[in-house]
């Protein structure tokens, strides 16, 4: 039973790119806010992104201008594209709703960006 399902991943250099996908269950997806959040070693989640089902969107000042959040309503698809990665960015990245996530969360996916 797919709540949510991270991919996208990877090790990158600084000022690489990644596109994040992650596909969630209907009764979690139609018609809620989604965001992308991540969680780097010894720190809180923090949420990055969030979209309404209309498509507005927020971003927190650390990313805004490198990542785009986006969605696809028809496949239950959020998408996370990040740009000129830095290494403040290495981190494990998770879909749920914005602002109220659901209590249980998928198994996110590592972005490490490094030399």
């Known amino acids: 039973q797919v709540q949510f399902m991270e991919s996208g991943g990877g090790l990158v250099q600084p000022g690489g790119s990644l596109r994040l996908s992650c596909l969630a269950s209907?009764?979690?997806?139609?018609?809620?806010?989604m965001a992308w959040y991540r969680q780097a070693p010894g720190k809180e989640r923090e949420m990055v992104a969030d979209?309404?089902?209309?498509?507005?969107?927020y971003y927190d000042d650390s990313v805004k201008g490198r990542f785009t959040i986006s969605r696809d309503n028809a496949k239950n698809m959020l998408y996370l594209q990040m740009n000129n990665l830095k290494p403040e960015d290495t981190a494990v990245y998770f879909c749920n709703r914005g602002w109220s996530p659901a209590p249980s969360w998928g198994q996110g996916t590592q972005v490490t960006v490094s030399t």
């Open positions: 209907r009764n979690i997806f139609s018609g809620y806010d």
């Open positions: 979209i309404t089902n209309g498509g507005n969107t």
